[in-house]
Structure formats: structure tokens, C-alpha cells
């Protein structure tokens, strides 16, 4: 069924209403209308994922801090970054994030996962329970063994170009003492390699292609664009459904069985405390009626904040140079026309490494994304001359930040404050990460060829203040926003909903996104956001009677057999 405006003011009633179609709404739709006695509605505020850039992968230089397809968010200045604002992306499409995304596909550490399971109380979210629900969505081009699966919707692919200035910082990690590792997905991340996309032979793989195309041929899923989520409808704490605006005009969509928020990290929040559910006293500043005081709405924002470390260099091609010829930029774009190869198949990032910034760290609590390329930021022309950007983000960081509306007008953006840097962990952290590039890049033999220069922050930046402030100075997300919804146990005041993701204190409610999870996870987060959709056992056999009992290595439903 494709996208259809609605011209009557009530729609339905459906059994269930899903708002956003992120990467966990496409999952969603996908699977609840697999039951064809299920009605489903999905509303996106944004548009159908019918531009070219969206599909190209280096189109994610267009389709960042684009409204077309991005919601173009910023962040409330901030102290952690000298009083900076940053742009906050965040997809405005079909597919979400996942349409404008690096592509980078990374589940994180086991210890993440058994972190959640603790934290919850619901052993469903360790990780090995959620390890087989990773293998059924994959489709892995190694093909299934005992840590990867193929067949499912989820396309995982090796990049398709390589780099010698990004084959020499491999190099020059082995030198430091980084070891290399084949695969980042087996639970334990450690090392340095080529990080694997979610493209099909060179073709962006979105959520939107993956799991609700196929879905949208069902005459039970109906799904709407252009519709821009007012509130919620409540009866008491039950929630009826869900009011919004589309074509010009308002529309009432009734949820039989159940609501369920999949707007995302900054979406939900929002829209759970533009309906009443959320702190009392915000709620009442903003003159919105309190239907539930629920404190934990928009609070416990969580983001991996990445140090934009960029390094002149010589005898080496990057995309800098590469991009200042009309020609060359010609024949790239014949290649990928011809071959779906070369640079237009770039993910912004091909090589990556986890390692500790400290030795007393368990596990990795650093990533890095190395770019042949350096620009100042999206929507700026690369620089003019060779480079490369080695960008260190804390996987674990102490800082918490919130997102709180500005106005009860659904249609102004939240205020979103990250306050990056704000505990002495993460600052200590941040000045061991721009050390520990340092001597990456320009303390080993493997890199001495090309004479690399840093250019940002700068070498002036030497002590730890001043390493703390250059950290400020180029600091930026690496768009991973989560936790404002976050899952917790009953005793847990400041869980928003329960291991099952029900909102606790509202009736037919439930938040399935980034925005539940407690805490981050050791990398980049868009795939977790698939896994965990499809995660809780009891959840999934409250929402239709797809999966018996009997098909559950566990009893329940933990390997999800749809």
C-alpha cells in the first residue's frame, strides 16, 4: 500500500497506531501486519524516501541539515562546548535515521547488553538472548555461523573501496599496539578494521527498504506521511489513540489495542509530554494539563560525543583533492553509474577501532571513524587541500542531558541539552582520546610518509585544560541520542517504561525506540534500535499471536520467530 493522505478528520479505528516510521516503525508495521487480521496504521511527519540522494550513499552529504529529509535540529548552547549550539540531525523520511545515516552497521558489546539486563531486571535483554534475534534479522555477506546469520531483511555488506592514507592509519594503530580484529560484532569489539555498511552492492539499505516496502503491499498496513503528531488522546491514563495534523487539516486516528511511540529520542519525549505525560511542573510552565506525572520524560539524554581530529597530509589522495576537479568529480560519478563502485559508495566513515582510553577500562570505551576527507562541517565544501579525519568519541560517557518542550505548540522543536563534557570522566576521557590520536598519527613510522600535520584542534592544545577546552572547541555528535525514555525496574523513579517498554502508569502505551534504552551502547546505534524492537518476550506476545510459545528455545520468545 503506498502513502495516502486522509481527507476525513477520523481514521480507523486500527488496532494499532505506530508513530514515526524510523528504523523501529518500519520494523514494527513489518511485523505486526505480518498477521493479516491486525490493522496497522504508521504516521511519519516527514516524506516518502524517493530522492536519489537518499539511495547514493555519499548522499548523506545532502541529506544532513537538509529539510527535505532531515528535522535540522539544534541543541541548546553548551557549556561542555565552550557555548556552542550544533546542528542535531535527526531522518525526517521514510526509514528515519536509517535514510540518512553513516550506514555503519555495529550491535556493541555483550557487556551492554547484560548491563540492560541488570539494570531491568528482565534477563531478555542480555546478551544472549539478544544475540539470536541480531542473526535472524541478518543478512550477512559472510554468510550464517555461530555469531551471524543471513537470509533476513537486514543487508550487511563489506565497503567497497579502500584508502591508502586509511590503510596507513591502520597500520599506524598496529604500531600503537592496536590489534587488528576481522569482526566488530562478535560481542567483544576490541581492535582495529574496516567497518561494514547496510548497503546492497552499493546501495544505501535502509529500514525503510528492508523491512516496510515489503510490507506495504499489505492491505492491513496503511501508512501516512505528512503527518505531524499534535498529542496523544487520553481517556483518564488509557490512551485512545493518537491526534494529528495532515493535509491541511486535523485527523483522529483510534488504537483498539495499542499506541506505540517509535518517534525516536527527541520525537517521543516530546510528544509524551505534549499530551500531559511527563514532569508536572515543565507541563504546567508550558500550560499542558498534566494527565501523568511521569519525571523520567525527555531526562537521562545520553550521545557519543565525537573529536573532529583532522590532519594535513602529503603523497597521499584524499576526497579534499579529489573533490576540486570538475573532471574528477565526473568520473567518479560515472563509476558508480556504471559499476556501483568508487567513492559515491562511501560511508562517511570505512575504518574504525575500539580501544580503552585507560588500561583500568574493562573493555573499549573508545571508538574511532577515519574519513579520508576533512571539512569543517556538514554542508561546508571540503577543505581545500589533503586530509583526513580521525575522530575519537567516548562509548560510555557519564554526562546526561534532557529533552524538554519550548511550547505546547507541537510544532516547535524541543530544547535539547546535551551537556556534553559536564563530569570529570568524561573530560578526563576526552584529553586521553586527543593524546592517544596524537600518538597514532603522528608518533608511529607507518604514518612518517605522509607527513601528517594536525590542524584541528591544533598542537597548541597541550595540558589537560587545554586539552578539555579543544575538545569543546570541535566537539560534535555523532547523532547516537538515547536513553529519554529509558527502560527500568518498578523501583527505578525514573523509568518512563518497563522491561516490556509499557509506559508505566498510562494504559495501551508503549515507547519502542533509541530513546528506552538505559544506557548507551558501545557504538554506533541503529542497528541495536532493530534488535531491541524485536527483543521482549512478553511484549512481542502482547501484540498479536504470531509467535507460540513452542517455537522459543527459552519458553518465551526471545529468538523471535516471526
Not at 535514510?99 to 551492554?112: E, K, P, V
Not at 575504518?351 to 574519513?371: I, K
Not at 577543505?383 to 516547535?412: E, K
Amino acid at each position: 500500500m503506498t502513502p495516502t493522505p486522509l481527507s476525513s478528520r477520523n481514521a480507523g479505528p486500527y488496532d494499532y497506531v505506530i508513530v514515526g516510521a524510523g528504523t523501529a516503525g518500519c520494523v514494527l508495521a513489518n511485523r505486526l501486519s505480518a498477521d493479516p487480521d491486525v490493522s496497522v496504521l504508521l504516521i511519519e511527519a516527514g516524506g516518502r524516501d524517493d530522492w536519489i540522494w537518499i539511495h547514493i550513499p555519499v548522499g548523506y552529504l545532502y541529506c544532513i541539515g537538509n529539510p527535505r529529509t532531515d528535522w535540522c535540529y539544534r541543541t541548546e548552547p553548551d557549556p561542555g562546548l565552550n557555548g556552542r549550539s550544533i546542528l542535531y540531525p535527526r531522518g525526517r523520511v521514510l526509514g528515519g535515521s536509517s535514510s540518512i545515516n553513516a550506514m555503519l552497521y555495529l550491535r556493541g558489546q555483550a557487556r551492554d547488553y547484560d548491563g540492560w539486563a541488570r539494570l531491568t531486571g528482565e534477563e531478555g535483554w542480555a546478551w544472549r538472548n539478544v544475540l539470536p534475534v541480531f542473526m535472524k534479522t541478518e543478512d550477512h555477506w559472510r554468510g550464517a555461523d555461530e555469531k551471524h546469520g543471513e537470509g533476513g531483511e537486514w543487508r550487511v555488506e563489506p565497503t567497497r573501496l579502500r584508502w591508502e592514507i586509511i590503510e596507513a592509519f591502520r597500520d599506524a594503530a598496529l604500531e600503537a599496539g592496536i590489534a587488528w580484529t576481522e569482526d566488530f560484532n562478535r560481542g567483544d569489539n576490541s581492535g582495529v578494521s574496516r567497518f561494514e555498511v547496510n548497503q546492497r552492492r552499493g546501495v544505501r539499505w535502509s529500514a525503510a527498504k528492508a523491512f516496510l516496502r515489503p510490507a506495504m503491499k499489505r492491505p492491513n498496513l496503511t501508512v501516512l506521511t505528512g503527518a505531524l503528531v499534535k498529542k496523544l488522546r487520553l481517556e483518564g491514563r488509557r490512551v485512545l489513540g493518537v491526534e494529528f495534523f495532515q493535509g491541511g487539516g486535523e485527523v483522529f486516528a483510534g488504537a483498539q489495542r495499542e499506541t506505540i511511540l517509535s518517534a525516536g529520542s527527541i520525537g517521543s519525549p516530546q510528544v509524551l509530554q505534549l499530551s500531559g505525560i511527563g514532569p508536572g511542573a515543565l507541563l504546567q510552565r508550558h500550560g499542558v494539563p498534566v494527565a501523568h506525572d511521569l519525571p523520567g520524560v525527555g531526562e537521562n539524554l545520553q550521545d557519543h560525543l565525537q573529536l573532529r581530529m583532522a590532519f594535513k597530509v602529503k603523497n597521499a589522495l584524499t576526497l579534499n583533492t579529489m573533490l576540486s576537479s570538475w573532471w574528477t568529480k565526473a568520473r567518479i560519478g560515472l563509476e558508480y553509474a556504471l559499476f556501483r563502485a568508487g567513492p559515491m559508495t562511501m560511508a562517511p566513515s570505512q575504518m574504525g577501532a575500539f580501544v580503552r582510553s585507560d588500561p583500568s577500562q574493562p573493555t573499549p570505551d573508545l571508538e574511532y571513524h577515519v574519513q579520508p576527507i576533512s571539512l569543517d562541517k556538514f554542508g561546508d565544501p571540503p577543505h581545500a587541500f589533503p586530509a583526513f579525519t580521525a575522530s575519537p568519541c567516548n562509548l560510555r560517557p557519564t554526562s546526561r542531558g534532557h529533552v524538554r518542550i519550548a511550547s505546547p505548540d507541537p510544532r516547535a522543536y524541543p530544547a535539547i541539552q546535551c551537556n556534553y563534557l559536564s563530569t570529570p570522566e568524561d573530560r578526563k576521557v576526552a584529553a586521553a582520546a586527543l593524546r592517544l590520536t596524537r600518538r597514532i598519527v603522528t608518533g608511529t613510522q607507518a604514518m612518517k610518509k605522509y607527513e601528517p600535520e594536525e590542524f584541528t584542534p591544533g598542537p597548541a592544545f597541550q595540558s589537560e585544560e587545554e586539552l578539555v577546552k579543544a575538545a569543546g572547541n570541535i566537539g560534535t555528535t555523532i547523532f547516537h541520542p538515547v536513553g529519554t525514555c529509558k527502560m527500568g525496574r518498578a523501583d527505578d523513579a525514573s523509568a518512563v517504561v518497563d522491561p516490556k517498554l509499557r509506559v508505566r502508569g498510562v494504559e495501551r502505551l508503549r515507547v519502542i525506540d533509541a530513546s528506552i534504552m538505559p544506557t548507551i551502547t558501545s557504538g554506533n546505534t541503529n542497528s541495536r534500535v532493530i534488535a531491541k524492537t524485536l527483543v521482549p518476550c512478553d511484549f512481542c506476545l502482547s501484540l498479536s499471536s504470531l509467535i507460540p510459545r513452542s517455537s522459543c528455545s527459552l519458553g518465551r520468545c526471545a529468538v523471535v520467530r516471526w
